[in-house]
């Protein structure tokens, strides 16, 4: 299997644009998370998926952030509009019945 | 809310020695306890995940062990290589919710 896999790796855009960030997680697993992380705070959930149905999004920091999974094998993390302050690394993780969380690469988002 | 502390927050050691690096959680209703390493700029690889059924998990020259009596993780790394420099995290997973420490920042000197 080739992991968790995120695209892109790298994304630059201008304040008040659309980003949306992509997430295909391992076959068969049954969970989904997007993390944010930054220097300041770490990792941070913002949302999880079990069975593609979204479970908890209250780590989701406002109504600019959303997310969904319409199937097993992909998932988005958009953000719209996008500001500075969202700039960081977002990771999404997979697992299978909770027995470990797999990370994908991240995308480091820089918005300018 | 759970709330999981690394200490320390940096350490320096050189080659060859064994360490110990730390994870305490508040919440003991745990589900798991998973260690991740994660090199600059990189994303986060699973070291060791303990169920919590379990006291320890060896992998190589990995061994984690956990105490949730006194939410406690320990993970110790025998005979370190510079090779081994990188944050640890530690993430405590409470049925569905995995709370991660601020990591320990490894540096194995030559």
């Known amino acids: 299997d080739a992991g968790v896999i995120q695209s892109p790796r790298h994304e630059v855009t201008e304040m008040g644009q659309e980003v949306t960030l992509r997430c295909k997680p391992i076959s068969g697993h049954d969970y989904l998370f997007w993390y944010r992380q930054t220097m300041m705070r770490g990792l941070e959930l913002l949302i999880y998926f079990n069975n593609n149905v979204p479970i908890d999004d209250s780590g989701m920091p406002e109504d600019r952030f959303s997310a969904k999974m319409p199937n097993a094998s992909f998932s988005t993390l958009k953000i719209q509009p996008s500001e500075p302050r969202d700039s960081a690394v977002y990771f999404c993780?997979?697992?299978?019945?909770?027995?470990?969380?797999?990370f994908g690469s991240g995308t480091r988002l820089t918005v300018v | 809310k759970q709330e999981v502390t690394q200490i320390p927050a940096a350490l320096s050691v050189p080659e060859g020695e064994n360490l110990v690096l730390n994870c305490s959680f508040t919440?003991?209703?745990?589900?798991?306890l998973q260690w991740f390493r994660q090199d600059p700029g990189k994303g986060l690889t699973s070291l060791l995940l303990i169920q919590s059924s379990q006291r320890e998990q060896t992998s190589g020259r990995l061994n984690a062990s956990l105490d949730k009596s006194s939410g406690r993780s320990t993970l110790y790394i025998a005979a370190s290589q510079p090779g081994d420099s990188a944050t640890y995290l530690c993430a405590v997973n409470n049925n569905n919710d995995m709370r991660f420490g601020a990591g320990t920042r490894l540096t194995v000197k030559p």
């Open positions: 919440d003991s209703a745990i589900y798991n």
């Open positions: 993780a997979s697992s299978l019945s909770l027995r470990g969380y797999t």
